[in-house]
């Protein structure tokens, strides 16, 4: 055990604008397997995910639509609830900034960073990308092969001319150096840190935080021609669902400063410059960690509504099964690098890790264990080395496992797990328990209450995730639904002899068809 901790994991919030996709699924999945896995190991967790609705894209897509911008916010904010229970998302909360408790608490951080100095009237004149919701300095734009001009991301930037509001960005320089040099940990990856500081030490410009041309948005308090910038609102989300301005509730002090926020990289500036330099102008405490994964790709290029090479989460999960998406996406690339996306992929990870290893090994143990023995937990006799090499093994597994997880590397957590599952799938061919029921039943029962006892971690393990194919399992292995926290990972709550199982059945199955070519 360790100490218990209160820990608070967000997801971007994600734009309105768009039907969700595989991207969008991909970082709340992420956060999704932390936050399970630090409730089965005895957190107190919150997640956070949910919406942006705020801002002239948001506007531009209502208009197209002909819906009023409420009613077409509530439209494509419920794909993204229905996304949450189509990927099992264990989400605590999901906040939407149309709600009146993110309106409440944007105007307050608003009102504070006045009061506080870090606000001024001015007037912007510069290039804006509505795709991006982001100001781009000249020299960041470059025309393209229509002549047609755009920001680094390549979306269209136009001219905007208008009286604006500005945050003083600039005078943050020097404590944001401070913050990244004392806590190299606040930005991870390590590359990703190393942008973000020779960015900061480039030099910092204020930064625009209000908008006149448009009336999508959270009126600047005191002159409501203004709506503040999408960015500023946006990221306030993260408090306001703790109940900002209130920093004294129990929620707030329990939860803030967030433990991991997570995100693309596309967005790593706003999370790791102009979000902690708000909190540090408004007297917030920092988060402790931004945390910016890669892209998942089609041939190269970043999977986005604007490319058009979208791939539906709702469909893989029909296709392929919740729990084959979930390991795929998390097994296959380590967080933080970008993974380029092909059915041919899933397949060969659902039939080579999932029906072929683990399956597998459930299924061979389950069965023998109902042919020869009864159906029912056999007892073991005195253990051999091999039989303790693999059960320290499968003790080992959870340590190395919450050392992934504590920073943020599903990936290695679930090569970890595989390893062990590689490991006992070894042990069942050497021990040959088949053939030891015919010849020494009484050595056969004990490698099967090994391998009962180590199946029994691995679903246990599996939980975060795979959460339905760890439930099966364990379901199948009669344990409880109040024994399956990582507190039973010891030999004291190891599998008892003479309870009886339930019937075995494939929790993994095989995908035969030919995968989709593209
Ligand atoms: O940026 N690969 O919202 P958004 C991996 N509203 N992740 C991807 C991805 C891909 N190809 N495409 C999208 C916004 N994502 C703002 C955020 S937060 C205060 C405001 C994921 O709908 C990834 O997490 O454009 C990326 O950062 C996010 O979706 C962008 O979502």
């Known amino acids: 055990m360790t100490a218990k901790r209160s820990i608070y994991i967000t997801t971007p919030i994600y734009y309105v604008n768009d039907t969700p996709h595989i991207g969008h699924a991909y970082t709340t999945l992420a956060c999704d397997a932390l936050a399970r896995f ?25 208009a197209k639509t002909g819906l009023d911008p409420l009613a077409f916010c509530d ?14 998302f264990s989400n605590d909360d999901f906040i939407r900034t149309t709600e009146e408790r993110h309106v409440r608490s944007v105007t307050a951080l608003w009102t504070k960073l006045v009061e506080r100095g870090a606000i001024y ?37 136009e001219w905007v001319e208008e009286p604006s509001y500005f945050f003083k960005l600039s005078a943050f320089k020097d404590r944001l150096l401070e913050l990244y040099a004392k806590h190299p940990e606040f930005v991870r990856p390590e590359t990703r840190y190393n942008e973000v500081v020779s960015f900061v030490k480039s030099g910092l410009r204020d930064l625009s935080v209000s908008r006149t041309s448009f009336t999508w948005g959270i009126p600047v308090p005191g002159d409501p021609k203004h709506v503040m910038y999408v960015w500023l ?18 929620q707030f002090r329990k939860f803030w400063p967030a433990t991991a926020q997570l995100m693309g990289k596309d967005i790593l500036r706003f999370h790791a410059v102009y979000w902690p330099a708000f909190l540090m102008a408004a007297d917030i405490d920092v988060p402790r960690q931004i945390f910016a994964h890669g892209w998942w790709t089609r041939e190269g290029q970043k999977i986005s509504k604007s490319l058009g090479n979208v791939i539906d989460p709702f469909e893989l999960v029909a296709k392929y099964g919740l729990d084959a998406v979930r390991y795929f996406l998390l097994r296959e690339v380590p967080l933080g690098q970008d993974g380029d996306f092909s059915h041919q992929a899933i397949v060969l ?28 937990v056999p007892k073991p006799g005195a253990r051999t080395a091999d039989d303790d090499a693999l059960l320290a093994n499968a003790h080992a597994l959870l340590p190395a496992m919450r ?23 070894k042990y069942v061919d050497v021990q040959a328990p088949w053939a030891l029921a015919k010849t020494h039943p009484a050595r056969g029962h004990t490698v099967l209450w090994v391998l009962a006892e180590v199946v029994r971690h691995l679903a246990i393990l ?41 019937k075995p059945e494939g929790v993994f199955p095989r995908y035969v068809d030919q995968p989709p070519a593209r």
Request: glycine residues 6%; contains cysteine; hydrophobic residues 40%.
């Open 233 to 250: 609102d946006a990221l306030t989300n993260y408090v306001s669902a703790l109940g900002y301005p209130d920093t004294q509730n129990a």
């Open 403 to 425: 050392t992934s997880i504590d920073t943020c590397a599903p990936h290695a957590a679930l090569s970890q797990f595989m390893a062990l599952v590689y490991d006992a799938n």
């Open 121 to 157: 009237l001015g007037s912007y004149a510069g290039w804006y990308a509505v795709r991006d919701e982001a100001f781009y300095a000249e020299d960041e734009t470059t025309l393209n092969d229509a002549g047609q001009r755009i920001g680094p991301t390549g979306a269209p930037v």
């Open 38 to 62: 630090h409730r089965l190991d005895g957190h107190d967790v919150l997640f956070l995910t949910g919406t942006d609705e705020h801002g002239q894209k948001v506007e531009k897509s209502a």
């Open 462 to 502: 599996a939980q975060p995730f795979m959460p339905d194919a760890g439930a099966k399992m364990l379901e199948q292995l009669a344990i409880a639904s109040d024994a399956r926290d990582f507190t039973r990972l010891t030999p004291e709550y190891a599998m008892r002899p003479g309870i009886a199982l339930n």
């Open 349 to 376: 990870r659902m039939n080579a890790d999932l029906a072929n290893a683990f399956g597998n090994l459930a299924q061979r143990t389950l069965s023998l264990i109902q042919k020869n023995a009864a159906g029912a």
């Open 75 to 88: 439209k494509v904010s419920a794909n993204f609830r229905e996304l949450t229970r189509a990927m099992k």
